[in-house]
């Protein structure tokens, strides 16, 4: 069977949250906590999760004041939970100050996959930004004064105070301070350049360097290899009398056991489609990726309006799903109001008028887009079938008086508004808006997004969202059509005329297996 893994395991040095454990680990704690909420499926969230476990490492010495949650936002028990927080792509950052109450309270917080620098920064000043509730275990960030550092020794019961001097720009001081956080007789402080008593009082004529100063009265420059974060730190951490305080309670609220059972393996075979992935991927766009907004208006309302037209149209739907997709649409297209609350398109969905004989799954079966780990394929890989099967279908006589465009857009909106893996969907966009426009006729619209596809295949090939299993090839390979592949000049290129026809044909209805569907 595929085990289910998630892209995070407790032995990391983070909270791995869950739909019950969210809003009690976060809220009313003493802890900041900056929460990734990601989508096992989403290919940019595997791509960052080394990037966010790095992080957790180097800040772990930071908690309690401040703690790394990770949610899957994936998990159908989550999916209610990450709408109330807002998530509409992945992976989404959110800073909660100490003593947050309310899921809007949480701050977006920019990620980038180069490096954890940027992010540790931006974590440092989303903390000064409690006001009034500082979290009690975290030590004070703001520079010190003169007048601070003459009383120090009487005000503190500590042996030593470390002065970190730096410019105002340096984010160094404050990460020494909050690296040594945990351990008890030792105070941290910056100093700014600028403060020109205090740069005068210790003679300091080097930006970042560190002077330690002892309750007996002595003041000695710290003497490290290299004028860095990690050189203080350890420095300090080896003085004498110094040791990690016991006060530090780094119990959190356990984390229930991963709820996920393995999924049975379903046997597929590559040259078929499967209706089990294809009615999954109606069900998780309708009911998972559009349910994150819970108004739809203007642009966005089109885009699902527009989506529901095609499918209505050209999916090759059982008559019980038909008739969902059919009223469904009648009913979008009579909506006449700017706004439409989601949960009218939830209700029916739910068919409670009672519709005859209309229903869709309320689950995914992933058969021919089952991956060997959870986080692999799924989702993503059956949109991509979804719209490579209305390309084809909009080429039959159905689709005579449409705009070629017609799937195309649709597809092009839908991702735009709607896909939660954002970085995915701006790189869409860019092909789109690229190119997207040069498709005269239904069968260009074919070949377009059959050649865009293995463009993404291409990009992506060799990377950790790939599943071993499957790997990213250049599609259809060979062994499944010859007459695709050719020689000019020595070289392999395509035909794009056999591509066609082999598109026709594998992207038909009777080419659809039943096989596992309820
Ligand atoms: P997929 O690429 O999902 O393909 C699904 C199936 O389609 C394959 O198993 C194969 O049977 C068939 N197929 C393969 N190539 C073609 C083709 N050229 N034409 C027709 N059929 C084909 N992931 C990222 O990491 N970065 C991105 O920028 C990114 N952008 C994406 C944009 C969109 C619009 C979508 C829908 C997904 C995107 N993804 C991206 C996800 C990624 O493309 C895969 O969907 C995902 O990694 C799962 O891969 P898979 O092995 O199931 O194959």
Known sequence: GAPALSLYSPSDPLTVLQADTLERSIFNSSSAWVVEFYASWCGHCIHFAPTWRALANDIQEWRPALRLGVLDCAEASSQKVCSEFGITGFPTLKFFKAFSRRPDEGIRLFHSDDGIDKLRHSIITSVERHEDVWPPACP??????????????????????????????????????????????????????????????????????????????????????????????????????????????????????????????????????????????????????????????????????????????????????????RNLNRWLRGVKERDLPYSAVEAVLRNKKEVPNARLMNRTIWVGCQGSQSQFRGYPCSLWLLFHLLTVQATLPKGQNASPLEVLSAMREYVRFFFGCRDCAEHFEGMAAESMDKVKSRDEAVVWLWSRHNRVNARIAGTTSEDPKFPKLQWPPPSMCPACHKKFNGQQVWDEGAVLSFFKAHFSPSNIYLDYIP
């Open 140 to 325: 004070p960030l703001e520079p010190t004064s003169l007048a601070e550092v003459r009383g120090f020794f009487q005000a503190n019961n500590v042996t030593y105070l470390a002065l970190i001097f730096e410019k105002a720009d340096s984010f160094m001081g404050r990460e020494v301070i909050l690296d040594m956080l945990q351990y008890e007789n030792i105070a941290v402080r910056r100093v700014l350049s600028s403060d020109e008593e205090m740069v005068k009082k210790y003679d300091v004529a080097t930006f970042p360097s560190a002077y330690l100063l002892t309750s007996n009265g002595s003041c000695s420059r710290i003497p490290v290899h290299l004028e860095e974060r990690s050189f203080y730190t350890f420095f300090l951490r080896r003085l004498p009398d110094i040791v990690r305080g016991t006060s530090y309670n780094l119990t959190v609220i356990p984390d229930t056991e991963p709820r996920t059972t393995p999924t049975p393996w379903r046997v597929a075979d590559s040259s078929k489609l499967y209706m089990a992935d294809l009615e999954s991927v109606l069900h998780y766009t309708l009911r998972v990726e559009v349910a994150r907004f819970s108004d739809l208006r203007g642009e966005r309302l089109t885009a699902l309006k527009r989506y529901v037209s095609v499918l209505a149209k050209y999916f090759p739907a059982r008559p019980s799903v038909r008739n969902v997709l």
